[in-house]
């Protein structure tokens, strides 16, 4: 069992940046691979960068490659996704997911495979 809570939303610039964080208020990051996946209004959720429970895999869609990174710190329980260059197209609200434990070093861009999730933090991107 985790419980996810992301933070750092906000109003922003084009070309500007963010950096969302997702903590694990209950339970523990460790063994778990974790993602990012957001939501545009009228549109469904979709996957944007995932990170292995080691963090020696990590994969993006193909609209945020070469700006956004994800990384995680076990320690702190947290992972993050540092948003740069940002986009119009960029708006909407950002979910943080987790899987269960696993052994396993590859980490999934499907939604199904992650059990849990936190409630979102909206990110707005003005033009």
């Known amino acids: 069992q985790v419980q996810l809570i992301e933070s750092g939303g906000g109003l922003v610039q084009a070309g500007g940046s963010l950096r969302l964080s997702c903590a694990a208020s209950?339970?523990?990051?460790?063994?778990?691979?974790v993602a990012w996946f957001r939501q545009a209004p009228g549109k469904e959720r979709e996957f944007v960068a995932t990170?292995?429970?080691?963090?020696?895999?990590?994969r993006y869609t193909d609209s945020v490659k070469g700006r956004f990174t994800i990384s995680r710190d076990n320690v702190k329980n947290t992972v993050y996704l540092q948003m740069n260059s940002l986009k119009p197209e960029d708006t909407a609200v950002y979910y943080c997911?987790?899987?269960?434990?696993?052994?396993?070093?590859?980490?999934?861009?499907?939604?199904?495979?992650?059990?849990?999730w936190g409630q979102g933090t909206q990110v707005t991107v003005s033009s």
């Open positions: 209950i339970g523990t990051f460790s063994g778990r691979a």
């Open positions: 997911a987790a899987t269960v434990t696993t052994t396993v070093s590859t980490a999934s861009t499907r939604q199904g495979e992650y059990s849990y």
């Open positions: 990170i292995s429970r080691t963090a020696g895999n990590t």
